[in-house]
């Protein structure tokens, strides 16, 4: 039985101008289920770098929170353009399980396309690939969002994201991580939320 208050360390990135932005934040939000918010993290990432997934691994293994985490989310697989987590790694490095949302279906062949302008396109594709199959589920009966996990089966992982899903169509972790980390790069808060 899940704990109604477990603790998800939801993550999203700020806006940035392409060609002239080198650094975004990455604002990380402890949420206790879809309840409240409980504490925040932030580190900055190199924009369409491949630092992500250590900066991300370091912070949480840093955090004072990290023995209450049971659970991390991403609002998409790529943070700072094309800076790409790597799901398989954060899991095996923190030993948590990690969960990445996504509103629309990502386009898998867009992506590979964009992809091949970085030299490292065949390691970034990998780690697209590694993170497993996309999968669809219901929110409140209304509202299809996709997902892909690692560490947890297809039924925890609805649970906690329909646990987590308390005011809008997306969990509350990634609802108020990016709700922060808008108004830290803008001065205020704004979009879709």
Known sequence: MLKSEIRI????????????????????????????LDGALRTDITVDGMDATDKIVKLI??????????VLMFDGITLGGFNIVDIKKVHEET???????????????????????????????????????????????????????????????????????????IPEPLRVAHLIVTAVVRGESYGRA
Request: charged share 30%.
């Open 61 to 70: 293994n840093s955090t004072r929170h990290k023995k209450q985490l049971k």
């Open 95 to 169: 030993r948590i399980p990690v969960i990445v949302i996504n509103r629309k279906h990502p386009d898998l062949k867009k992506v590979k396309e964009a992809l091949k302008n970085f030299d490292d396109f065949e390691e970034r594709w990998k780690i697209i690939l590694n993170a497993g199959e996309i999968k669809k589920m219901r929110i409140k009966g209304t509202k299809d969002i996709f997902y892909q996990s690692y560490g947890l089966t297809d039924k925890q992982t609805q649970e906690i994201i329909e646990l987590s899903t308390t005011r809008s169509f």
């Open 9 to 36: 360390l939801g993550f999203d990135d700020g806006a940035f101008q392409p060609h002239i932005s080198s650094e975004v934040p990455v604002i990380g939000v402890i949420f206790r289920g879809g309840k409240f």
